[in-house]
């Protein structure tokens, strides 16, 4: 099956430094990635969608200074929140869509990164 | 503009008894339908989806779900709830957007299930 793989699983930073998350699909290739970002008890909001090769697309309201999205190959997207505050505290996920003959464009979800912010 | 919107926010039921989770969907073109289930601390488990062909899904674990266009809703269901089977649940509604873009997933709010013996 199609896996998808988050690294940091955990990262615990203090506020005003950048943190790197890394979204990769393990065993299928992904033109296009999405970011979620998920409050404790909430739904996943759409931040971004990443497109390999391009720039990344915004949600209304997502701050594309602050949530940096680079989606340098077919396989990975990173997402670099930079002068982290308190309030980014949250938990990331990631998705990959796979595109390929069998899929039917479905999207492959990540295991989540939890971001605590000091 | 699609939305999605889950009936109860947390759902109660003890082992053996029948999980229904329900999900109503707005859409003003023809949606695809699905559910995911997501453990504590980790990402999304696709169960089951809905793409226009039969209306009753089946998808894993034992779940399946029926679109009702008349109803507009896309209900989970599993005969005899297992102590696994407690986890969040998320309804989400796809819309094909044209072209080579194939739409945005919006997802529910999410129910939790307890599972209790």
């Known amino acids: 099956g199609a896996v998808v793989s988050q690294h940091p699983s955990r990262v615990i930073c203090k506020s005003g430094t950048s943190v790197k998350i890394e979204c990769r699909s393990l065993?299928?290739?992904?033109?296009?990635m999405f970011w979620y970002r998920q409050f404790p008890k909430q739904s996943l909001m759409l931040m971004a969608t990443s497109n390999e090769g391009s720039k990344a697309t915004y949600e209304q309201g997502v701050e594309k200074d602050k949530f940096l999205i680079n989606h340098a190959s077919l396989t990975l997207s990173t997402l670099t929140v930079t002068s982290a505050h308190p309030e980014d505290s949250s938990f990331y996920i990631c998705s990959a869509r796979n595109q390929g003959p069998y899929n039917n464009n479905e999207q492959f979800f990540g295991p989540g990164t939890r971001l605590t912010v000091l | 503009a699609q939305s999605v919107t889950q009936l109860g926010s947390h759902v109660s039921v003890s082992e053996g008894a029948l999980v229904l989770l329900r999900c109503n969907y707005s859409?003003?073109?023809?949606?695809?339908l699905f559910w995911y289930v997501q453990y504590p601390n980790q990402g999304l488990q696709l169960l089951l989806k809905?793409?226009?062909?039969?209306?009753l899904v089946k998808g894993i674990n034992g779940f399946e779900a029926e679109f009702k266009k008349s109803e507009t809703s896309f209900h989970l269901t599993k005969p005899s709830a297992h102590m696994s089977d407690a986890a969040e649940y998320f309804c989400?509604?796809?819309?094909?957007?044209?072209?080579?873009?194939?739409?945005?997933?919006?997802f529910g709010q999410g129910t939790i299930l307890t599972v209790h013996p």
């Open positions: 065993d299928f290739q992904a033109t296009t």
């Open positions: 859409s003003s073109v023809p949606p695809y």
């Open positions: 809905y793409t226009s062909a039969a209306t």
């Open positions: 989400a509604v796809r819309t094909y957007a044209g072209g080579t873009s194939y739409g945005k997933l919006t």
